[in-house]
């Protein structure tokens, strides 16, 4: 009989270990206190990003003064902050700006948004749209030409190096980046959401496009790209619901070389537009955008979303567990 037992003591916990690593992301996302986040009065508050240094967490977002209605006020007067935690799910404390205004002869003078940061060799480098106050998308009066660019610094408390001019120079936005060996991948899209992958040897640039049409069969945007298993997976928003039938969800999208042959992933859906309180409540929200995955020590721990509800916009980390590992095969 004690045989046995030993037996059931060493099954059981591989049992229910294939059982958990098998979950979808969806279903390992916790629930979250209702005090968390990155917030702030008088601001909307959109799109961050969390690294870890040591022991503090250190979220870049975008910010721009809650003058008008959500969202339209960023195309001019878009920020990036960084604000930490000491846990990932917050509450954030506001620290400083990091990419604000500058001289009008810079292509991000006027706004800059849609932050994502990473540590390339010993360098952080945050990616990053702007626009400058003169240069117009093309066929339009109304709005200024987005582009993609970098700050970098040698310490994630700055003083930051921005590019002097974009690395991608034409209308770019929602930039996802991977280091893959040697080189640079980047997902972007433009403004009809189109979406196109380009590679570097180095995060400077020059970029060449790889694949000019990613996913070609409907509209996706707010990319987080990355690579487990030996193949590259994409995490968007389902911007029309053509993939998940639902508007405005997380999709998961998978490629065996990181270029072409997109198809989605076994596990479609990675969020909906309801987050779980721990006090038992439900926010549904207005609009939920902006994914990007938390990776820290080999392991995917976290999601981010952008959330707004009607009244407010901030933020949202969202722990998950288990932890899902990045294998490097």
Request: glycine share 8%.
């Amino acid at each position: 009989m004690k045989a046995i037992y030993a037996i059931l003591f060493l099954i059981i916990p591989v049992y229910w270990g294939c059982k958990t690593n098998n979950k979808p992301i969806k279903e390992r996302l916790q629930q979250v206190a209702t005090v968390s986040g990155f917030k702030m009065d008088g601001y909307w508050v959109w799109g961050g990003s969390v690294i870890k240094v040591d022991s503090t967490y250190h979220m870049f977002a975008s910010r721009w003064p809650k003058k008008r209605e959500f969202p339209y006020d960023y195309f001019e007067h878009s920020e990036i902050v960084r604000a930490t935690s000491t846990s990932f799910t917050g509450p954030y404390d506001f620290k400083e700006v990091v990419i604000g205004e500058r001289d009008s002869s810079f292509w991000d003078s006027n706004m800059a948004h849609n932050p994502t940061i990473h540590k390339i060799g010993n360098e952080y480098v945050l990616f990053y749209i702007g626009s400058d106050f003169s240069t117009m998308r093309s066929g339009s009066d109304k709005y200024f030409l987005r582009r993609v660019g970098y700050a970098v610094s040698a310490s994630i408390e700055g003083p930051w190096r921005r590019s002097d001019q974009a690395i991608i120079n034409f209308e770019s936005n929602n930039p996802a980046i991977l280091q893959d060996n040697d080189s640079i991948t980047m997902v972007y899209r433009d403004a009809d959401l189109k979406v196109s992958l380009a590679k570097a040897s180095n995060y400077s640039g020059p970029y060449q496009v790889i694949n000019d049409d990613v996913w070609g069969d409907a509209r996706i945007e707010d990319f987080y790209l990355f690579k487990n298993g030996g193949k590259y997976h994409l995490i968007c928003e389902d911007n029309i619901g053509a993939i998940t039938g639902h508007e405005r969800w997380g999709a998961h999208l998978f490629s065996e070389d990181g270029v072409n042959n997109w198809q989605i992933y076994k596990d479609l859906v990675v969020y909906d537009h309801d987050i779980q309180y721990d006090d038992g409540s439900v926010l549904h929200c207005n609009r939920r955008e902006r994914p990007q995955l938390f990776i820290d020590e080999g392991f995917i721990k976290g999601l981010l979303t952008a959330v707004y509800d009607g009244e407010n916009s901030w933020c949202q980390p969202i722990e998950i567990f288990p932890f899902v590992r990045i294998r490097n095969d």
